[in-house]
């Protein structure tokens, strides 16, 4: 799963990067045997905030994921400059992607993949 946060103002030419990207990474078996039940409570209670199963589109209007992000383990990540995949495909964005994989229930797994 990936976040992006646009800033509120628009970047200026010499501005080194217009937005920045969090991934996350998931996994229904292969995730961090470090990762506690209150963590997993936490995960499951931000899935089940989306309402992916009434989704009708690929964005989701408010997403409540402060709880989530706050416990997600941010000292390693891998940094670097990419762009978004989605259109209009905005270059220099700052990417933060954690090497903690994290579980995910199959339930909501199926909900992103229907």
């Not at 994989?101 to 229907?114: E, M, S, T």
């Amino acid at each position: 799963m990936h976040t992006v946060h646009y800033p509120n103002v628009d970047a200026t030419e010499g501005d080194p990067f217009i937005a920045a990207a969090m991934g996350i990474m998931f996994s229904v078996n292969d995730y961090d045997s470090a990762i506690t039940a209150d963590e997993i409570a936490i995960i499951d209670s931000f899935f089940d905030s989306l309402d992916l199963a009434n989704m009708k589109n690929p964005y989701v209007d408010k997403a409540l994921y402060g709880d989530v992000m706050n416990m997600f383990n941010k000292e390693w990540r891998w940094v670097y400059q990419g762009s978004v995949t989605t259109p209009p495909c905005a270059q220099k964005v700052y990417w933060n992607l954690l090497m903690t994989v994290y579980p995910i229930k199959q339930a909501h797994l199926d909900l992103f993949k229907g």
